[in-house]
């Protein structure tokens, strides 16, 4: 009947007190985040979540770096979290980054510092396709454990059937994403959490499975065209994003112009014992970014 | 490896739109919720949510309210939904009176010609019942969704010892609700839906079941003196409201000026077949206040 609760997982996960709740744009579509923000902030960063997760990810993480000196914008991606719309369907995958620009919009007018973009997992593939087709005005973007190739993949059978079911443009089929909560972490409290979070994606409409496949293509081919620089936060023992394949595609597209750090960790970084590393990095990252503008 | 989902329940509590997330108070203790505007509404109406629930259950309800041309506040107490807070703890329930006093005072500044109804599911027609008594509000009336203030699942005597045991020692251990999921409704996709639900308080201190305690023996004791009529919609097939005990309490202490409609449904009234009719009857009983 009594359940410990010194570090309920619940908690970590809830907004505190400094979160505050914001609806972008005037008009419909709107779509919902969070906003921490700082009086004199060094920076500001904004999370990007992955495609199965939503902003309350991030809720811990962004007390920790709004004690830090940092602005942190989390985004609901239309779907996602509290943000309207079908839950795990878009027609158009360039509807998310329309929401990316208009939030660095938003964090640049009321922040006046250099925003950094930090994806989680899928959320990096949308930083990157919102920088090279949109006039978002990033400082750099942050790989929390990439999402551009990713291990676990939908069997022949499940892609055939999402092929058919978008070309009919049917909403009435939804597909199970192949991603549970143990892939993400090794921490059977975190990964039962991930499991019953019904605020995120469990399952797409084949459409969305589409456009997801639309916009890897695109961040694969042309993130060589980045002219931002980028940090890679790794999981040496990540068993969803394909630390291998990732390497080989930012190192050929990238070279020098991206920075690596890997930590020894599973896949859902900010919830793994390094979390305080994980920050460090960031800040540093940020900061560091910042003094290279001011120069 | 496919699912039908012709209306996904998850579709059902998100979000519209229409629905503004809002933040009560300049400084800490904040408060969330969700605001679903008209422009010139007929009357404001205020939801409180239940033990274990928060604002996203009524995302579907706020959208079909607001079609009425009422203004909706679904609050989020604190330690529930998106609002900060310890989940499923309390110091002091006058902390959850005090919110709906500032959501009532919100919906009042932004509609001034505008009732403001009070509308509490379960134990949110308990805090709502509470805060009328208690608080310096205006508010035109309270409707309750099948009402909390009796419920039939409860913790043995043996758990009741530990939870006031632990409540003396100021301990933070959390205990379960006694309302599983599966008493809130007979459709297996809202049972699952409420069952992985990660914003609701399943979960609760010892502190938090003792001030509900007090709350709940506040407004038993102080029901006969409500400033404001009561409309109850219950259920004739509810598993956690003790209708009988409910309907004796409730008659003997409002008499005429409680009013009782009872629709053929488990207790999440607002996602059972009858949700129209739930919506309509509130519309109703609203617009007749309004017009009296």
């Not at chain 1, 964090?107 to 959320?123: I, L």
């Not at chain 2, 499923?88 to 709906?100: A, K, N, Q």
């Not at chain 2, 409730?250 to 409609?261: H, K, P, T």
Request: hydrophobic residues 45%; charged residues 25%; negative net charge.
């Amino acid at each position: 009947m009594t359940l410990p609760i010194s570090e309920s997982v619940a908690s970590r996960f809830s907004l505190g007190e400094r979160a505050e709740p914001f609806r972008l744009r005037s008009e419909p579509p709107h779509v919902h985040g969070y906003a921490w923000r700082h009086p004199i902030p060094s920076a500001t960063i904004l999370f990007l979540h992955g495609v199965m997760s939503h902003s309350h990810w991030f809720a811990e993480s962004a007390d920790l770096l709004l004690d830090r000196g940092i602005s942190v914008y989390a985004l609901d991606r239309r779907g996602s979290g509290s943000s309207p719309y079908e839950p795990g369907h878009i027609d158009d995958y360039r509807d998310w980054l329309d929401e990316v620009r208009d939030v660095v919009q938003l964090a640049r007018t009321e922040t006046g510092v250099p925003v950094h973009a930090v994806g989680q997992c899928f959320g990096a593939n949308i930083a990157i396709g919102a920088v090279l087709t949109r006039d978002v005005e990033l400082a750099s973007i942050v790989m929390l454990t990439p999402g551009l190739y990713v291990r676990p993949d939908y069997d022949v059978r499940a892609k055939l059937r999402a092929a058919s079911h978008a070309f009919r443009k049917s909403r009435q089929v939804r597909i199970p994403l192949p991603l549970s909560g143990e892939l993400f972490s090794g921490d059977a409290e975190v990964a039962a959490w991930i499991d019953g979070d019904l605020l995120g994606a469990h399952s797409t409409t084949a459409r969305t499975v589409l456009e997801i496949g639309l916009l890897l293509r695109y961040a694969r081919r042309n993130v060589g065209r980045l002219q931002i620089p980028m940090l890679v936060l790794e999981g040496s023992r990540d068993r969803l994003a394909d630390n291998e394949k990732n390497r080989a595609a930012l190192r050929r597209a990238l070279g020098d112009r991206c920075s690596w750090t890997t930590f020894d960790a599973e896949h859902f970084l900010l919830a793994e014992p390094c979390r305080d590393a994980v920050l460090d990095a960031l800040a540093v990252w940020v900061n560091d970014e910042r003094k290279a503008a001011l120069q | 490896m496919t699912v039908p989902a012709s209306r996904s329940v998850a579709g059902r509590f998100t979000f519209s739109d229409v629905a503004d997330p809002f933040r009560l108070r300049p400084e800490p203790p904040h408060v969330h919720g969700y605001a679903w505007r008209r422009s010139e509404p007929t009357a404001s109406l205020v939801l409180i949510h239940g033990f274990q629930s928060h604002a996203q259950w009524f995302a579907e309800a706020g959208d079909f309210l607001c079609d009425r041309r009422f203004s909706v506040y679904a609050l989020d107490r604190r330690g529930s939904g998106s609002s900060p807070g310890e989940r499923g703890h309390v110091d002091r329930y006058r902390d959850w009176l005090e919110e709906v006093a500032d959501v009532v005072q919100r919906a009042r500044e932004e509609a001034p010609d505008a009732p403001v109804h009070l509308i509490g599911h379960c134990f949110g027609a308990n805090v709502a019942m509470g805060a009328a008594l208690t608080q310096s509000i205006d508010v035109a009336s309270i409707i309750m969704l099948t009402p909390g203030l009796y419920v039939l699942p409860d913790y043995t005597a043996a758990e009741k010892a530990t939870i006031a045991f632990r409540g003396l020692t100021g301990s933070h251990v959390l205990f379960r609700a006694p309302q599983e999921a599966a008493l809130f409704s007979r459709d297996p996709d809202v049972i699952a839906w409420i069952r992985g639900d990660v914003l609701g308080a399943q979960r609760l201190t010892s502190a938090c079941l003792l001030q509900t305690a007090r709350l709940l023996r506040l407004v038993r004791r102080g029901a006969r003196q409500l400033p404001v009529p009561v409309l109850v919609l219950e259920a004739e097939h509810d598993r956690i409201s003790d209708n009988v005990r409910n309907r004796a309490a409730l008659g003997e202490a409002l008499g005429e000026r409680c009013r009782w409609i009872t629709f053929d449904a488990e207790h999440f009234l607002l996602a059972e077949p009858c949700r129209d009719d739930v919506i309509a009857a509130i519309a109703a009983w609203v617009d007749e206040r309004s017009e009296t």
